[in-house]
């Protein structure tokens, strides 16, 4: 095995900037080899954040040059394929952020590029995966301690967005986490969505519907919904409660010191995904370079990815029709039987 693995980080906004800092200070057995953006100046500032690592704004001339062991993707989502194939043809083991792709069709062809390669090498950067208290959910529905699961209530709250955040990314940029969480934490497939748009907030931008009411339900009839509020002023929290036969658990409650001070009780909100997710993006980036030193992947995978973007496409779908839209996955390959 290597002694550290080279890391390239492609994309140098706050997520790829996030995780070159991640590599650096808080990661073992990895390094940050290159910052990739087109934006040269800007991959060269970020890069400044990790010892040795260079700056430039193409990713071919850090693999023609074999400068890199494993890929990072934090760009926009629609330039997602294009990378994913480039680093498939290299044979590197990629971490890349959510979405897979921004749709189905094209999700689909990473994953018919991974089956054609015969292994897996995408992990898909949902990190809600690696948060402690999800996994305990998901230990609570899997060992049946309470009994089935029957109702999951999402809350996903988020302070602002800027301007160009539209009515779909609501669904497409946040609620694509709870799609891949209940597939998570119950284990199945998504069958059906419906979203319900309800009084939108004054703080809401013009052409864009905040909050909004996501309905979902899963193969064996598990019924969830999910509040997407993106405005909400206070802060950012993302909770869920899950009704079983025998109990009810909730998640993502606020934590840390309970302050009494100057007349009054209480503690801080989470300003945003950064803070609120920091211990879960750690655990996400370490298990992925523990497994890219094996040159595998220990996550989810394409096939999440393609899963998911699939239900972005029926929520999109149900937004605008109102109707409940159905969601249709192609035939799981047998690459991804395992997980
Ligand atoms: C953002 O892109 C994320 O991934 C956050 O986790 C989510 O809470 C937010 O709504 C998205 O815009």
């Not at 750690?282 to 973007?309: C, F, H, K, M, N």
Request: hydrophobic share 40%.
């Amino acid at each position: 095995m290597k002694s550290k693995l080279r890391v390239a980080v492609v994309g140098a906004g706050l997520m790829g900037a996030d995780h070159v800092e991640r590599i650096a200070n808080r990661i073992v057995g990895a390094e940050v080899s290159a910052v990739v953006d087109v934006d040269s100046e800007r991959a060269k500032q970020v890069a400044q954040k990790a010892p040795g690592a260079i700056g430039v704004a193409d990713l071919d001339q850090v693999l023609a040059k074999e400068l890199a062991d494993a890929v990072v993707i934090a760009t926009p989502g629609f330039l997602h394929e294009q990378t994913l194939l480039q680093v498939l043809e290299h044979g590197l083991p990629v971490l890349c952020e959510k979405p897979l792709t921004p749709d189905a069709q094209s999700s689909w062809r990473v994953v018919e590029a991974e089956c054609r390669l015969g292994r897996k090498l995408i992990q898909v950067g949902f990190m809600r995966r690696f948060d402690a208290e999800y996994r305990q959910l998901r230990n609570l529905i899997a060992t049946k301690e309470l009994g089935d699961p029957l109702l999951l209530h999402f809350s996903h709250r988020n302070g602002t967005t800027p301007p160009n955040f539209t009515s779909q990314m609501l669904v497409n940029d946040s609620v694509v986490h709870e799609f891949d969480g209940i597939r998570f934490l119950t284990g199945e497939e998504i069958v059906s969505v419906q979203v319900r748009l309800g009084r939108p907030t004054r703080h809401a931008h013009p052409g864009q519907h905040d909050p909004q009411q996501v309905l979902i339900e899963t193969a064996s009839g598990v019924l969830a919904d999910v509040e997407i509020f993106v405005n909400a002023q206070f802060g950012y929290q993302v909770a869920a409660q899950a009704v079983f036969e025998d109990g009810i658990v909730n998640i993502g409650n606020d934590g840390g010191p309970y302050v009494r001070s100057a007349g009054r009780w209480g503690g801080k909100v989470t300003p945003s995904f950064v803070e609120r997710f920091r211990a879960a993006f750690d655990l996400e980036l370490q298990t992925w370079v523990d497994a890219a030193r094996r040159g595998t992947i220990d996550g989810p995978s394409a096939w999440d990815g393609y899963a998911t973007a699939a239900c972005c496409e029926a929520g999109v779908a149900a937004q605008q029709s109102g109707e409940m839209v159905r969601v249709v996955l192609k035939e799981k390959p047998a690459l991804y039987c395992d997980s």
